[in-house]
């Protein structure tokens, strides 16, 4: 079992930046790539960015690319999410995932454990 807690939600500016973090307990958390996805009101819950157990391979959803960039620390047990240039329609609950180690999921059900959520509001 993998227990995920994201935290560094917030409401920004348009075009500011937002850094997220999740932190991992529970099984070693080297073992899991990780994923950020995102869910708007009234919207399905979409893929935003994934990053495999080593860190050196990353995944972006288009609409994110160039604007996010997810990290991670196995140390520390602490995947991030660096939001910058910030847009009304990045607005959504942002939740962290844990999934197959060596590949980037982009699907919901390709994740094992899941966090609770934390609230991204973009205003004008």
């Known amino acids: 079992q993998v227990q995920l807690v994201e935290s560094g939600g917030g409401l920004v500016q348009v075009g500011g930046p937002l850094r997220l973090s999740c932190a991992a307990s529970?099984?070693?958390?080297?073992?899991?790539?990780m994923g950020w996805f995102r869910q708007a009101p009234g919207k399905e819950r979409e893929f935003a960015a994934g990053?495999?157990?080593?860190?050196?391979?990353?995944v972006y959803a288009d609409s994110v690319k160039g604007r996010f960039t997810i990290s991670r620390d196995n140390a520390k047990n602490t995947v991030y999410l660096q939001m910058n240039s910030l847009k009304p329609e990045d607005t959504a609950v942002y939740y962290c995932a844990a999934g197959p180690p060596q590949r980037v999921g982009r699907r919901s059900d390709e994740y094992y454990y899941w966090g609770q959520g934390t609230q991204v509001t973009v205003s004008l």
């Open positions: 990053i495999v157990w080593s860190g050196d391979y990353t």
């Open positions: 529970g099984r070693t958390f080297s073992r899991y790539g």
